[in-house]
């Protein structure tokens, strides 16, 4: 597709179980992020990806978030454990280039993933 | 700690006249700076962005910004507001050599035929 495509589009998880969200980039893209958007909030940085390097994980709120992008493709969020707290829209963006110091590429966005945590 | 901040929560304007969403920002450097609209169930549109040089920077859809450096402000205006324009609007800052776009809060635009 020409977008950022996400995976589900609404997901319902009880609390404790675990989810998978998943975000397909535009093709070709090199730079791959992931995030967090709470009710009437901003979007909030979670990670970085290029190509399939984690460069920047200080925005995952605990270690029951893991994100992955084995191929420099596809990439996986993973929450374990959910919590009522986890429930908010989950952003993934790609940009075509490395972030850089002279890179201001703007931010393609999928329409994200609404998790509700019950 | 950098930050973005949308003073309204709202703006309401009437169809034709013109209309500014403000946003300022704390962020160490010469950030990079971006306007993204976002419609119901969508995810966010990249709007405009300024880097250097000219303080207005027109975008997309009529869209332009003004950035004011002493002011450390980025609004956002249109001459003439149309009702498809309803939307919320983000601003966001790049710190140059960072990973992290900041957002704003959001501001809701509601305009009124």
């Known amino acids: 597709g020409a977008g950022v495509s996400q995976s589900p589009r609404y997901k319902v998880a009880k609390r404790g179980q675990d989810v998978a969200l998943r975000c397909d980039p535009i093709?070709?893209?090199?730079?791959l992020f992931w995030y967090q958007q709470a009710l009437g909030q901003g979007p909030e940085f979670l990670t970085y990806f290029q190509n399939e390097a984690q460069l920047d994980k200080s925005g995952l709120p605990s270690d029951r978030f893991f994100a992955e992008r084995p191929e420099g493709s596809v990439s996986t969020l993973k929450i374990q454990r959910t919590q009522q707290e986890d429930s908010a829209v989950y952003l993934c963006?790609?940009?075509?280039?490395?972030?850089?110091?002279?890179?201001?590429?703007?931010?393609?966005f999928g329409n994200g993933t609404r998790l509700t945590v019950t | 700690a950098q930050s973005v901040a949308q003073p309204e929560d709202q703006v309401n304007v009437a169809e034709g006249n013109p209309l500014t969403v403000k946003c300022t920002y704390s962020v160490s450097g010469n950030p990079y700076l971006f306007w993204y609209v976002q419609y119901p169930n969508r995810g966010l549109q990249f709007l405009l962005k300024?880097?250097?040089?000219?303080?207005l920077v027109k975008g997309s859809y009529g869209f332009e910004a003004e950035f004011n450096k002493s002011q450390t402000s980025f609004h956002l205006k249109k001459p003439s507001a149309l009702v498809s324009d309803s939307a919320l609007y983000f601003c966001a800052a790049l710190n140059t050599g960072g990973f992290k776009t900041i957002f704003g809060a959001g501001t809701r635009l509601f305009v009124k035929a």
């Open positions: 093709s070709g893209h090199v730079s």
């Open positions: 300024y880097i250097t040089g000219d303080n």
């Open positions: 963006a790609s940009s075509p280039r490395p972030v850089s110091w002279d890179d201001n590429s703007p931010l393609h």
